[in-house]
């Protein structure tokens, strides 16, 4: 469990291509204090496995399906990726509950720099459309992001304060680039239980409660 808080923003230093997947090696400082073999860390809103440690980089190996299904299937020795270790018992949660499991890839609409902060527009694919509402989260590339406004169909926008744009990796996103999303997970929840408009569960919950 993360908290969508970014802790470092990290280098790809080597890929690695494996039988079923790829293995990656990140550079990083801050993030590798305490950090062990086994330990989850979210690499660009995906939670991945340590599975070596070195002075100044860590290794996680990724399988076909997760590369497929995130970004981290185009990232290449240079890219500056979003670095958060897992949530210790404890810890303030000062972002939302995040699992590190995306839910799919949106896509980059326009980034728009104003007084003080950056608006960014960006696609929610249908499965993360279904569990964002204004003012709610979104997880994009790792970082938990209350979203500013639903403005059309399957298209978000959130706003980026100067400190969280100084960062993470955001000053390297383009109009185009294809971001990790990860819908709320209370959201998500609710969903599941409510069933889609229609379904004979959702109508029955609906009833019951009033709805």
């Known amino acids: 469990m993360f908290t969508?808080?970014?802790?470092?923003?990290?280098?790809i230093v080597e890929v690695e291509g494996l039988d079923d997947g790829r293995r990656f090696r990140v550079g990083a400082g801050r993030t590798l204090v305490d950090l062990a073999l086994g330990d989850s860390i979210?690499?660009?809103?995906v939670?991945?496995?340590i599975t070596a440690r070195h002075a100044d980089a860590f290794d996680v190996?990724?399988?076909a399906t997760t590369l497929q299904r995130t970004t981290l299937g185009s990232v290449t020795a240079g890219t500056k990726v979003n670095l958060e270790r897992a949530l210790a018992i404890g810890d303030r949660l000062g972002g939302h509950l995040v699992q590190g499991h995306v839910d799919g890839v949106g896509e980059i609409r326009s980034i728009q720099p104003r007084a003080g902060h950056v608006l960014i527009d960006f696609t929610l694919p249908p499965i993360v459309a279904?569990?964002?509402?204004?003012h709610g989260s979104v997880t994009l590339n790792g970082i938990s992001l209350t979203v500013n406004e639903l403005k059309?169909?399957?298209v978000c926008q959130v706003s980026i304060i100067p400190h969280t744009w100084q960062v993470t990796n955001l000053p390297d996103l383009r109009v185009g680039a294809a971001v990790n999303?990860?819908?709320?997970?209370i959201g998500k929840y609710v969903r599941s239980l409510l069933g889609a408009p229609g379904?004979?569960?959702?109508?029955h919950l609906r009833h019951h409660w009033g709805y």
Do not use: F, K, R
Request: proline share 3%; aromatic share 0%; net charge negative.
């Open 4 to 11: 969508g808080l970014i802790e470092e923003v990290g280098t």
């Open 42 to 45: 979210a690499v660009d809103g």
């Open 47 to 49: 939670c991945l496995t």
């Open 61 to 63: 190996q990724s399988v």
């Open 130 to 134: 279904q569990v964002t509402v204004p």
């Open 152 to 154: 059309d169909a399957g």
């Open 181 to 185: 999303l990860e819908g709320d997970l």
């Open 199 to 203: 379904d004979d569960a959702a109508e």
